[in-house]
C-alpha cells in the first residue's frame, strides 16, 4: 500500500512538473515562436499539449481512483471499527475516534463484535450512489430500452396474429387472482403478530423478577410463543393458501409475508429477553419493555434486526417514494413481458415432446437468458425499490440492503452481499446463536445448520406457492451451494473467478426456471383424479404424456 502511494505521487509529481520543466528549459526564441506577431498562440503546439496532458491524466486516472477507493474503505472501515462508543443497543454511531499507526488495518466486513450485533448508521443504497454515475445509468436505460422492445414485440405478434391489439394481460390476471383473500389474510397475519408476541413478552418480561419459579414462567411462555410461531403464523395461511386454491402470485404474497413475519417476531423476542435477564441480574426497579409504537415501528422498518430507535433521516421525499413504487410496477410489467415473450412460447413448444436428455437440455439453455433478467429484475424491484421505498417513507436511514455482490469472486462472498437483510438474520439468529450454544469448535456445523435453514425455507415458499414439491432448489442451495462456499472461498481475488461465479449462476437459473417450469406444465395437461399424498412430491414432468 505505502509503494503504490509512493508511486502515485511521484507520477503526479512528475506529471504536474513535466510541462513546467519543458518550458523552463525553452530559450525565449522558442517562447517567441509559440505567440505570433498578432498576439495569437501557435494552435499546433497547444493542441499538442493538450494531448500529451490528456494521455498522462489517462495514464494517472486507474491508480488515482484504485487509491482514492481504498483510502476512502479504509477511512470508514475505521469509524466504525473504532468508534468510541455505541448505545446500548448498537443502533447508531454516536462518537467517532479514528486512530492511526501500523494497527489502522482494513477488516473483512463492517460488522459490530457479536456482542453489540449490527451496527445501523445513515447510508444511502449502493445503487442510488453508483446511478449519480452516467456510465451505471447508461446501464439502466439500455434495460428501458429492452422493455420497450418487449412491449412493442408483443403488440405486434398480437396484431399479426389476432389481427387486432391485444391488451388483456391475461397471465397476469391469472397470477394474481383471489387478491382479496390474500389482503385479508395478511392483514390477519399482521395483526397477530403485532399484538400476540408484544403481550406475551410483555406479561413475561413484568412477571419474571417476581415469579418464584422463574425457569417455569420462563419456559411456559416460551412455549406459547412458539405455538404462536408454528400453529398460528405457521400452519394458518398455510392452510388458507391451500384451501382457497390461491393462484402463484397471490401465494407468494401470503407465504413471504408469513416468513417475513416469523422472522421479525423471532429478532423482537431474541433481542429484548437479554435486556429483561440483565434487568433482573441487576436487580433494577424498572422492566425494559420497548413500547408499542417502536415495536410497530420495526414490524413495517426494512431490517429484520430489531432496535428500540434507529438512525433517521429528517425529511421524507415523496418524489422518490413515488419513482420506486413505480419502478416495482415496471419490474412487474417487465416479467410479465418475459414469460409472455421467451418463457411461454419455450414451453409450448417443450410440451409437443416428451421428457428426455435432450428436451432437458435444450430447456436449460433456452431459459438462461429470461431467468436471468428475471434474477437482475427480482434483485432491483424487491431489494432496492421496494426496501427504499419503505425505508424513506418511514425515514429509516440505513439503507444497505444489499453489496456490491456482482463483483464477488467467491461464494462465500456472494451470500454475504446478495441479501444483506435476509444474511444479517441468519447470521446473528442462526450461526452466532448456533456457535453460543455448542461453543466455537463446530463453525462448519453452525455453517451447515444456516445453509440448512435458508434451504428449507426457501424450498417451502416454492412449494406452498406452485403447489408441488420439486427439491431442485434444494439440491443446489443445499449441496452445490454448499460446497462453492468451501471450495470457492474469499482467498479466490482474481477476475477469473469472477467470471467463474456469473457463468455458474446464470447456469443454475436458467436449471430452475427450466426444472419448475417443466414441472408446472406437466401437472397443468396431465393431472390426475384422485392425487395422493405422493404424488404432490413425485415429479410429474418425467412421466407426462401430453394429450391434445
Not at 416454492?462 to 403447489?467: E, F, G, Q, R, T
Request: some cysteine; hydrophobic content about 45%; glycine content about 4%.
Amino acid at each position: 500500500m505505502v509503494g503504490e502511494e509512493m508511486s502515485l505521487r511521484n507520477r503526479l509529481s512528475k506529471a504536474s512538473e513535466k510541462p513546467d520543466g519543458k518550458e523552463d528549459q525553452g530559450n525565449p526564441t522558442k517562447e517567441s515562436l509559440e505567440i505570433s506577431n498578432n498576439g495569437r498562440f501557435d494552435t499546433k503546439h497547444l493542441i499538442a499539449k493538450k494531448i500529451q496532458l490528456t494521455a498522462e491524466a489517462e495514464e494517472l486516472k486507474p491508480f488515482f481512483m484504485k487509491e482514492v477507493g481504498t483510502h476512502f474503505d479504509d477511512f470508514v472501515t475505521n469509524l466504525i471499527e473504532k468508534s468510541a462508543s455505541l448505545d446500548n443497543g448498537g443502533c447508531a454511531l454516536t462518537t467517532f475516534s479514528v486512530l492511526e499507526g501500523e494497527n489502522n488495518h482494513r477488516a473483512k466486513d463492517l460488522r459490530a463484535p457479536p456482542e453489540h450485533g449490527k451496527i445501523f448508521i445513515v447510508r444511502r443504497s449502493l445503487l442510488d450512489e453508483l446511478f449519480e454515475v452516467d456510465h451505471i445509468r447508461t446501464i439502466y436505460h439500455m434495460f428501458i430500452a429492452l422493455l420497450i422492445l418487449f412491449i412493442l414485440s408483443t403488440l405486434v405478434v398480437d396484431y399479426i396474429d389476432e389481427g387486432r391489439l391485444v391488451l388483456e394481460f391475461s397471465l397476469m390476471s391469472y397470477a394474481f387472482g383471489k387478491l382479496p383473500v390474500a389482503i385479508w389474510t395478511w392483514c390477519t397475519m399482521f395483526l397477530c403478530t403485532l399484538s400476540l408476541p408484544y403481550f406475551l413478552f410483555q406479561h413475561w418480561a413484568r412477571g419474571y423478577s417476581k415469579s418464584s419459579h422463574p425457569v417455569i414462567h420462563t419456559v411456559f411462555h416460551g412455549l406459547l410463543f412458539m405455538v404462536f410461531q408454528v400453529g398460528i403464523l405457521g400452519l394458518g395461511p398455510t392452510y388458507i393458501v391451500l384451501a382457497y386454491t390461491l393462484p402463484p402470485a397471490s401465494r407468494c404474497i401470503v407465504i413471504l409475508e408469513q416468513i417475513r413475519l416469523v422472522m421479525k417476531a423471532h429478532s423482537f423476542v431474541r433481542e429484548n429477553v437479554p435486556h429483561v435477564l440483565n434487568s433482573a441480574k441487576d436487580k433494577s426497579g424498572t422492566v425494559p419493555v420497548p413500547t408499542v409504537n417502536q415495536y410497530l415501528y420495526f414490524l413495517f422498518a426494512p431490517t429484520l434486526i430489531y432496535r428500540d430507535n434507529y438512525p433517521r433521516t429528517p425529511t421524507v421525499r415523496w418524489g422518490y417514494v413515488a419513482m420506486q413504487f413505480a419502478q416495482v410496477f415496471g419490474c412487474l410489467f417487465y416479467v410479465y413481458y418475459i414469460f409472455e415473450r421467451l418463457c411461454a412460447p419455450l414451453f409450448r413448444n417443450i410440451k409437443q415432446e416428451p421428457f428426455s436428455a435432450r428436451v432437458l437440455v435444450l430447456c436449460v439453455f433456452n431459459s438462461i437468458l429470461p431467468g436471468v433478467l428475471i434474477l437482475f429484475l427480482t434483485f432491483f424491484a424487491f431489494l432496492h425499490c421496494w426496501l427504499n421505498a419503505f425505508a424513506e417513507m418511514l425515514r429509516f436511514g440505513d439503507r444497505m440492503f444489499y453489496k456490491d455482490w456482482w463483483n464477488s469472486t467467491s461464494y462465500s462472498n456472494y451470500y454475504r452481499t446478495w441479501n444483506v437483510v435476509v444474511h444479517d438474520w441468519l447470521y446473528y439468529y442462526a450461526y452466532k446463536d448456533f456457535l453460543w450454544l455448542f461453543t466455537k469448535r463446530f463453525k462448519s456445523a453452525a455453517m451447515l445448520a444456516v445453509f440448512a435453514v435458508s434451504a428449507v425455507a426457501h424450498e417451502y415458499a416454492l412449494a406452498v406457492c406452485l403447489s408441488f414439491f420439486y427439491p431442485v432448489l434444494f439440491v443446489l442451495f443445499m449441496f452445490f451451494g454448499m460446497a462453492f462456499n468451501f471450495i470457492v472461498n474469499d482467498s479466490r481475488k482474481r477476475p477469473i473467478w469472477n467470471v467463474m461465479m456469473w457463468t455458474s449462476l446464470f447456469a443454475g437459473n436458467g436449471v430452475l426456471l427450466c426444472f419448475y417450469s417443466q414441472e408446472w406444465y406437466a401437472r397443468q395437461h396431465c393431472p390426475l383424479k384422485n392425487p395422493t399424498f405422493l404424488d404432490y412430491i413425485r415429479p410429474r414432468s418425467w412421466t407426462c404424456r401430453y394429450v391434445f
